[in-house]
T-cell receptor
């Protein structure tokens, strides 16, 4: 079984809809992250959480929210999706303390029409 | 804020050619450095990392990288590429303490797409 899983893997939705992307991990890591990937822009951090009671904004948090339901679960929500949120979304985890190496999920491809 | 710059957006090589992908970062303090690879349709996987010790780091699949602190660089190299190396490569940096423990967040470069022709 994969250590970091994401659901759904693909999603097509319409402008204005609320969308939730889910991430689960079995690695036992405290730290979890959400990124979006756009061609030519690399990965940009949306939100991160260093433990269950800790939520922090990343560089592009506008239009997104997150929930850390448990150590193993970290969900990303788009309250009202817009077309420029069309992207590939990755969840990642890391151990604390550690070197900073992150372990990535398979990604969710989101298309907003 | 720290930033990471990868010089080449798209590199095209023939099999057996040598590869060097550039990566520079902006932060002057202690850093840990990573190269990740993303094969078509897949998630990011770690190629190699540096956090202390020998600045020449060897990773999987014959890749290596050299940390040159004075140049704020961490270039990725491979002496002879294969068609299966076709992928996108990302350099990433995290701030760390003197012992190599990360403060947590990674900053990624824009990525370099490598296409290897048979």
């Amino acid at each position: 079984d994969a250590d970091v899983t994401q659901t759904p893997r693909n999603r097509i939705t319409k402008t204005g809809k609320r969308i939730m992307l889910e991430c689960s991990q079995t690695k036992g890591h405290d730290r979890m992250y959400w990124y979006r990937q756009d061609p030519g822009l690399g990965l940009r951090l949306i939100y991160y959480s260093f433990d269950v009671k800790d939520i922090n904004k990343g560089e592009i948090s506008d239009g997104y929210s997150v929930s850390r339901q448990a150590q193993a679960k970290f969900s990303l929500s788009l309250e009202s999706a817009i077309p420029n949120q069309t992207a590939l979304y990755f969840c990642a985890t890391s151990v604390n303390p550690g070197t900073g190496e992150q372990f990535f999920g398979p990604g969710t491809r989101l298309t907003v029409l | 804020a720290q930033s990471v710059s990868q010089h080449n957006h798209h590199v095209i090589l023939s099999e057996a050619a040598s590869l060097e992908l550039g990566c520079n970062y902006s932060y002057g303090g202690t850093v840990n450095l990573f190269w990740y690879v993303q094969y078509p349709g897949q998630h990011l996987q770690l190629l190699l990392k540096y956090f202390s010790g020998d600045p020449l780091v060897k990773g999987i699949k014959g890749f290596e990288a050299e940390f040159i602190k004075s140049k704020f660089s961490f270039n990725l190299r491979k002496p002879s590429v294969q068609w299966s190396d076709t992928a996108e490569y990302f350099c990433a940096v995290t701030l760390a303490n003197a012992g190599g423990t990360s403060y947590g967040k990674l900053t990624f470069g824009q990525g370099t797409i490598l296409t290897v022709h048979p």
